[in-house]
């Protein structure tokens, strides 16, 4: 027997069903709403990426998002080598949950860009969103000065496909697409 996408939605509105609740339906733009409220609160993500050669690699990493785009400030690595290879990405972004009624999460499917120091309009653009990420590091790390800003480069994330789930709200994997 497979899991088809059928018996999959099955299963979902069984479990919410199952603690008492009716399956949310919801328009795109509440969905979306949703979608930003939880990405919003979370700041750790998983970011996948794969080389030419299909080999993965699975990175946890911070992040900051403006709507529905995620932003991720690194000094490079595996990452930036498979995304310059290959910008299709996937991003895991979930809640820690105990029982059914707390399992919720997100599934990301998009393209990844890199921007350097040499992009200074978007570098300029997103750089807030790390201010506090920055402070931070500075007061923690006494002493140490945060990495060259010609090594850092910021990953945009602009999603292709979205999955969300939260069987607190009736929501058992709902999918948003890029229009």
């Not at 069903?17 to 949703?34: N, S, Y």
Request: neutral net charge; contains cysteine.
């Amino acid at each position: 027997m497979e899991l088809t996408p059928e018996l999959k939605k099955e299963i979902l509105e069984s479990y919410i069903r199952g603690l008492g609740l009716e399956p949310a339906k919801l328009t795109r733009e509440e969905l979306e709403k949703e979608i930003i409220n939880y990405i919003s609160k979370n700041h750790i993500c998983v970011l996948s990426t794969a080389n030419k050669n299909g080999e993965p690699r699975a990175t946890a990493v911070d992040y900051h998002n403006d709507g529905m785009t995620l932003y991720i400030m690194t000094e490079g690595g595996g990452k930036i080598d498979n995304i310059r290879e290959n910008p299709k990405v996937a991003v895991s972004i979930y809640s820690p949950h105990k029982g059914m009624r707390s399992v919720m999460g997100i599934n990301y499917e998009g393209e990844a860009k890199i921007y350097t120091i040499k992009d200074k309009e978007e570098m300029m653009k997103v750089m807030g969103l790390f201010k506090e990420d920055i402070e931070q590091f500075k007061k923690e790390m006494k002493g140490i000065n945060p990495p060259p800003p010609d090594l850092m480069k910021i990953i945009k994330i602009t999603p292709k496909k979205v999955r969300y789930i939260c069987f607190a709200k009736g929501i058992g994997d709902m999918e948003w697409k890029a229009e």
